[in-house]
Nanobody, 119 residues
Framework: QVQLVESGGDLVQPGRSLRLSCAAS????????MGWYRQAPGKPRELVTD???????YYANSVKGRFTISRDNGKNTVYLQMNSLKPEDTAVYYC?????????????WGQGTQVTVSS
C-alpha cells in the first residue's frame, strides 16, 4: 500500500502564488509517476500535471507557463508551484502516485487539499 499526504492548500488572491506538497510512503515502485489532479465543484477531475521519476513531464494547456511540478525522489515528495493564480484554478487538488509494472499500473490518491483563488 501507498500513503499520500498533501499540504499547502489555502485561500489566495488572484495573481498570487502557492506551493503544494505531497509526501508518499509505503510500497513505491522503482518506476513510477507522481502528479496532480484537480476537481472544481460540478466538474470532473482533471489532470493538471504529471512527472515520471525519470523527469518526463506533462502539463495541461490551462496551466502551462504558470505551474511547475518538481520531485525529490529521495524524499518521495512531489511539489506543485502555482504562480499567477486565477479564480478558475479554484479546486480541490489531489496528488496521485502511479506504480508502473510491465503489464499494469496501480494508482494511489491523496485526500485532497483545497485551493481557493478569490479577491
Amino acid at each position: 500500500q501507498v500513503q499520500l499526504v498533501e499540504s499547502g492548500g489555502d485561500l489566495v488572491q488572484p495573481g498570487r502564488s502557492l506551493r503544494l506538497s505531497c509526501a508518499a510512503s509505503g510500497s513505491i515502485f522503482s518506476i513510477n509517476a507522481m502528479g496532480w489532479y484537480r476537481q472544481a465543484p460540478g466538474k470532473p477531475r482533471e489532470l493538471v500535471t504529471d512527472m515520471s521519476n525519470g523527469g518526463s513531464t506533462y502539463y495541461a494547456n490551462s496551466v502551462k507557463g504558470r505551474f511547475t511540478i518538481s520531485r525529490d525522489n529521495g524524499k518521495n515528495t512531489v511539489y506543485l508551484q502555482m504562480n499567477s493564480l486565477k479564480p478558475e484554478d479554484t479546486a480541490v487538488y489531489y496528488c496521485r502516485l502511479r506504480n508502473i509494472m510491465p503489464t499494469r499500473s496501480d494508482d494511489y490518491w491523496g485526500q485532497g487539499t483545497q485551493v481557493t483563488v478569490s479577491s
